[in-house]
């Protein structure tokens, strides 16, 4: 069965785009040390028109931007990081545990701060409409889960371990698992999105997306540690992601007297 | 101690599903006395509209207060929480209910498929030509930022790329 529309990106193989990522890693001078992935990143055939090609502009935050939303009980309920119990039966897959701390560039938790996810079903199928995979569709599994951070900036969600899947970069393309994070912090200067993976997945040096972060150092924090200890014997695994986000730009002084009002 | 950020990714093209929520675009209800529409299209390189981006939208109140309350995503109809989020339609319209500013801009995030990373703007309000960010821009960059009036509202276009290429933003340590 062929489902992939006809394409440029489409007839390119991933012998091609491997090339191609093989060129830019072997171009990147490590004494840089990016942080980020590239927005100009061509084997990611979507970014080719959608990145901007001038410099971001350098600003000093002012404003609402030295602030961020505030999320509270009221925003969600509890059970909404269990992503195992939103139907009446249990999802296929395995079960596991992801949890860890969302840190500001100072290393301080971030505390009381919404964390959302997103992922793929155990068979590497979102229950979005536009995802056409023909794997199947678990009727116990939506895959979207939101938690607040502690006071210790941890956040703790319970899911299945999401499948890889086929995408449309170019030919055979296959993203490799991961889970989809959105994160705030405490001004709207540190908001992220990002992905988390799996320790040891074969597909890493094909992905076009995981490899558009080209340093191998930066990439390698996109990947959570298989932690024994987060285990439950006789009922899941567990995996530990922390995430550190940019900033903060308020001085420390300030953001603790906010916390002392608070 | 100063860690290193983890990296950015993209939203992808399956977030539909997750991070939508009920009137998430509904700062203000729609005719609420004061409310304004602020709306647009976001735009790739070819000019071609982007159905598949969501921005998200973080402003001060009416009086230029920066806004701390719980609700965004369950809305009482009556607490204002200066957040929202608006997807893109087919035609690569979005569009929020809010209310104007007491502050010269909205903060905004733009995401989308295809984006490798999150990207930050500012809307500016129409009378906010001198305002000292704006003036530290290229002349022809500049209306990039700033919002046009029309008959419903304000209006911002966001343009990935080309000639028309919204100033995006990074603010140090990023």
Known sequence: MSAVASSDSAALTQAQVSAEIEEISGAYDASSAETQPRLDYPPYRSSLLRHPTKALHQADPEGVELWAPVFGERDLDALEADLTIQHT??????????????????????????????????????????????????????????????????????????????????????????????????????????????????????????????????????????DHDLTVPEWSTGYRWDIVLTGPHRTLMEIDTEASEL | MTLTPTPGQTVGPFFGYALPFPHDNELVPPGTPGAVRLHGRVYDGAGDPVPDAILELWQTDAAGHVVQEAGSLRRDGYTFTGFGRASTDREGRYGFSTLEPGAPFFALTVLARGLLNRLFTRAYLPGA??????????????????????????????????????????????
């Open chain 1, 89 to 226: 039966g249990e999802p296929v897959g395995e079960r596991m545990v992801v949890t860890g701390r969302v840190l500001d560039g100072d290393g301080r938790p971030v505390r009381n701060q919404l964390v959302e996810i997103w992922q793929a079903n155990a068979a590497g199928r979102y229950i979005h409409q536009r995802d056409q995979h023909p794997a199947p569709l678990d009727p116990n599994f939506t895959g979207m889960g939101r938690c607040l951070t502690d006071d210790d900036g941890s956040y703790r969600f319970t899911t299945i371990k999401p499948g890889p899947y086929p995408w449309r970069n170019h030919q055979n393309a296959w993203r490799p698992a991961h889970i989809h994070f959105s994160l705030f912090g405490t001004e709207f200067t540190q908001r992220m999105i990002t992905q988390m993976y799996f320790p040891g997945d074969p597909l890493f040096p094909l992905d076009p997306i995981y490899q558009s972060v080209v340093d191998p150092a930066a990439r390698e924090r996109l990947v959570a540690t298989y």
């Open chain 2, 129 to 174: 030509g001198d305002d000292a960010f704006l003036q530290s821009l290229d002349a022809d960059r500049r209306s990039t930022l700033v919002t046009t009036r029309d008959e419903t509202g304000l209006v911002f276009d966001v343009h990935l790329q080309g000639d028309r290429e919204t100033v995006f933003l990074s603010y140090p340590r990023h």
